[in-house]
């Protein structure tokens, strides 16, 4: 994993390119700029993991580009519950229960994640609460699609 520098993103992404990931949907350019600098910008090869079952949950992420198998490990193997692509957050239920990481992310592709830290996060209510209650709105909608794949949808793939 390797840490980029946020002006990265500027050659990565372009500016427009935020409004369409549901993370952050209806943001203030501002707002997302605050977000974005409160964050850590993380690089991921393709198989490199973001995050292991049972890890404590500090922090979430919103994946900028790439595509993040979700996954839990058993003794009958390997059950991909959900690929996340750009613009959805990822971690941020066992982050907002505070318990220990049920489910492993890891890299499909080469990703970007942006790294958010539960004290980040309350920095960001703390500096606009209007648009950081949009944000954690956001955030919930990610949540509840993904409990959606977690409980209706069959395994997307076992290894």
Same mark, same amino acid.
């Given at each position: 994993?390797?840490? &980029?520098? #946020?002006?990265?993103?500027?050659? !990565?992404? @372009?500016?427009?390119? $935020?409004?369409?990931?549901?993370?952050?949907?209806?943001? +203030?350019?501002?707002?997302?700029?605050?977000?974005?600098?409160?964050?850590?910008? #993380?690089?991921?090869? @393709?198989?490199?993991? =973001?995050?292991?079952?049972?890890? /404590?949950?500090?922090? %979430?992420?919103?994946? =900028?580009?790439?595509?993040?198998?979700?996954?839990?490990?058993?003794?009958?193997?390997?059950? !991909?519950?959900?690929?996340?692509?750009?613009? *959805?957050?990822?971690? $941020?239920?066992?982050? =907002?229960?505070?318990? @220990? /990481?049920?489910? +492993?992310?890891?890299?499909?592709?080469?990703?970007?994640?942006?790294?958010?830290? +539960?004290?980040? #996060?309350?920095? &960001?209510? *703390?500096?606009?609460?209007?648009? $950081?209650?949009? %944000?954690? !709105?956001?955030?919930? /909608?990610?949540?509840?699609? %993904? &409990?959606?794949?977690?409980? !209706?949808? @069959?395994?997307?793939?076992?290894?």
């Amino acid at each position: 994993m390797q840490t &980029l520098e #946020l002006a990265a993103l500027d050659t !990565i992404l @372009p500016a427009d390119a $935020f409004k369409q990931m549901s993370a952050f949907g209806a943001l +203030s350019d501002s707002f997302v700029e605050q977000v974005l600098a409160s964050g850590e910008l #993380l690089k991921l090869a @393709p198989g490199e993991n =973001l995050y292991r079952q049972g890890d /404590r949950a500090e922090c %979430f992420y919103v994946i =900028l580009q790439g595509q993040m198998a979700i996954y839990q490990d058993s003794e009958t193997g390997r059950t !991909i519950t959900h690929t996340g692509c750009a613009g *959805e957050s990822v971690g $941020f239920p066992a982050m =907002l229960a505070m318990r @220990p /990481r049920l489910l +492993s992310g890891e890299a499909v592709s080469e990703c970007i994640v942006l790294k958010i830290t +539960s004290q980040a #996060l309350a920095r &960001l209510q *703390e500096l606009d609460s209007p648009q $950081f209650g949009i %944000f954690f !709105i956001n955030l919930s /909608r990610d949540m509840s699609r %993904f &409990l959606s794949y977690c409980i !209706i949808r @069959p395994p997307a793939a076992s290894a």
